[in-house]
Structures are given as C-alpha cells and as structure tokens.
C-alpha cells in the first residue's frame, strides 16, 4: 500500500523566512505525489502536484516541491513565509483502487505557524 | 476553475435522527466522489469512493448502513448519516475527480455535531 508521512506536527517559522513542510513517502511503482493546504473549518486546496518530468515542482501561492526519489522525499518549500500562510498542510499519495479508479492517501498533516 | 459546493457547511442534530450531507459539482463531471471524515487536529479517513451509477465502496471499518453514500448523477453525491450518535460529530469532507483528469477538488467541509 502506498503512504506518506509528515514527520513534523507543527513548524514554526518567523514570516520572510524560508519555509520547508517535509513529507516522504512509500510506493509501489512511479510516485503521484500532492499537496493540500487547509485553512480552519475548510475544505482542502490544492497546492501542487508531482506526476512525472521536473524534480521541482511550483505550485499555487508561491508554493514548489522537491521531488526527490533516493531520499523519497516530496518537501514543500516557499522562499519567504507570509503569516497568510499559517494553516494545516497535507502531503497526499495517489493510490490505485479497483476499477481503474484511484484514491488520496494523506499524511497527518502538518501545522505551519509563521510568526510576524 | 473546478468547484465542488457543499451543503450545509453546520449542522447540529439530535441523537436518533439522520444528516443528509450534499456535494455537488458545479463546472464539471464528476466521474467518482470521495468522502472523508476528520477528527480535530487529526488527518483525514478516507470513509468511501463512489461512482456514478453504482454502488459506493467503502473502507474497511466504515458502516455501510450508516453511512449511506448515493451518487445518483455525474454532478451530485449524498451522504446521510443515520441514526446519528455523538460520536459521529466531526467534519464531513467530500472531494470530487474530473472525468478524464487527475485533479481532485474539495467540498469546504460540513462541521456535523450531534447532541
């Protein structure tokens, strides 16, 4: 089965600052890795997505992602935080289910505070 | 861009009655809608898939005859919760696939709370 896991409960980061939301993962074949933000009493936003091609990835808001298959790694990044960005981020799998259908499979999810 | 509507956004109930939970997909086809369940500060469980025109496949440990899932058109799911009990308080999030596509969209969650 595929998973993914976000080691991280919370991140604490001072707003300008860099800002990394570590994800790796564990898969059976080629990786279809997503990330999801969600803002309090939300639903889930899209952020980015890796299927294939480049191992960096950009996304919405100013959000990329490294792909990185020895390490087996799909970390968020953003240069420099805003505190609009303190919410709840998701790193998600694609798994394939019967029927030709697939399904997510998040991560604990990952709390990011940015501080002003 | 794609857009899933979902209805009520609250609701709190007795314990005994039964929630219907709408999504609907407002731009597009939705060829197969998820339905997840979260707890507080907690990821989300995937409780059901669900295709237009058959029947919903749900997850191991997911009670089929109470948490009745229909997706009876290519733009509209339901979930119902019967007989609700407090313990099925938590937020309901639905999440649709584009026919052909990759991308899933989010319904923005249905806070559910039964007293």
């Known amino acids: 089965a595929q998973s993914v896991a976000q080691p991280e409960d919370q991140v604490n980061v001072a707003e300008g600052n860099p800002l990394t939301v570590k994800c790796t993962y564990s898969v059976s074949g080629n990786p279809y890795l997503f990330w999801y933000v969600q803002y309090p009493n939300r639903g889930l936003q899209f952020l980015l997505k890796?299927?294939?091609?480049?191992?960096l990835v950009k996304g919405s808001y100013g959000f990329e992602a490294e792909f990185n298959k020895s390490q087996t790694s799909f970390h968020l990044k953003k240069p420099s935080a805003l505190v609009s960005d303190s919410a709840l981020y998701f790193c998600a799998v694609r798994e394939a289910i019967s029927g030709g259908y697939n399904k997510l499979i998040f991560g604990a999810g990952t709390r990011l505070a940015v501080h002003p | 861009g794609a857009v899933v509507s979902q209805h009520p956004s609250r609701v709190i109930c007795k314990s005994g009655t039964s929630v219907k939970i709408e999504c609907r997909s407002l731009?597009?086809?939705?060829?197969?809608m998820f339905w997840y369940r979260q707890f507080p500060k907690q990821s989300l469980m995937l409780m059901a898939t669900s295709n237009e025109g058959s029947k919903a496949t749900y997850e191991q440990g997911v009670e089929k005859d109470k948490f009745l899932i229909n997706h009876a058109s290519l733009t509209l799911s339901t979930l119902t919760v019967t007989s609700a009990h407090p313990e099925d308080s938590s937020f309901y999030i639905c999440?649709?696939?584009?026919?052909?596509?990759?991308?899933?969209?989010f319904g923005s969650g249905t806070r559910l709370t039964v007293v």
């Open positions: 731009d597009f086809q939705a060829t197969t």
């Open positions: 890796y299927i294939t091609g480049d191992n």
């Open positions: 999440s649709a696939r584009r026919t052909g596509k990759d991308g899933y969209t």
